[in-house]
C-alpha cells in the first residue's frame, strides 16, 4: 500500500510538471551547455569522431556538443551514453 502511495505522488509530480510546460532545447537546456559546456566544448571544437581519432594524441581536446545534434550524438545514438560516462 505504501508502495502504491509513493508511486501515485511519483506519478502526480511527473503528470503535473509535464502538462505545466514543454521543455526544449533552446528554452531550457542550450543556455545551460553554453553556460556550464561552451568554454571547452565551443563551435572551434572538432565532432565526436574526429576528436575520437586526435584524442589519442591530444589529452585536452574536447569534442564540440553546443548544438542539439552534437549534443543528443553523446546522449542517445550513436555515441550512446557518453555523456554519462564523462559525468560519472
Ligand atoms: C574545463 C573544460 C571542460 C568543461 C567545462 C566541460 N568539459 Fe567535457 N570534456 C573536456 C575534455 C578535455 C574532454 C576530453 C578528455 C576527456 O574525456 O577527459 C571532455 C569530454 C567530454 C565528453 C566525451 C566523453 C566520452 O568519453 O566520450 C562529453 C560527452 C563531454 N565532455 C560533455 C561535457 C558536458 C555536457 C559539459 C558541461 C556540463 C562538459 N563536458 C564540460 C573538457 C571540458
Not at 576528436?51 to 574536447?62: E, G, I, Q
Not at 553546443?66 to 560516462?85: K, Q, S
Amino acid at each position: 500500500m505504501r508502495t502504491f502511495a509513493v508511486f501515485l505522488g511519483l506519478f502526480a509530480c511527473v503528470a503535473a510538471s509535464a502538462s505545466a510546460q514543454e521543455m526544449t532545447w533552446r528554452k531550457d537546456i542550450q543556455p545551460i551547455v553554453a553556460a556550464k559546456c561552451g568554454g571547452c566544448h565551443g563551435a572551434s571544437q572538432p565532432e565526436f569522431a574526429e576528436w575520437n581519432v586526435r584524442r589519442v594524441t591530444d589529452k585536452n581536446l574536447a569534442p564540440r556538443v553546443d548544438t542539439y545534434p552534437l549534443f543528443m550524438n553523446d546522449v542517445v545514438w550513436p555515441e550512446t551514453g557518453a555523456l554519462i560516462r564523462r559525468r560519472r
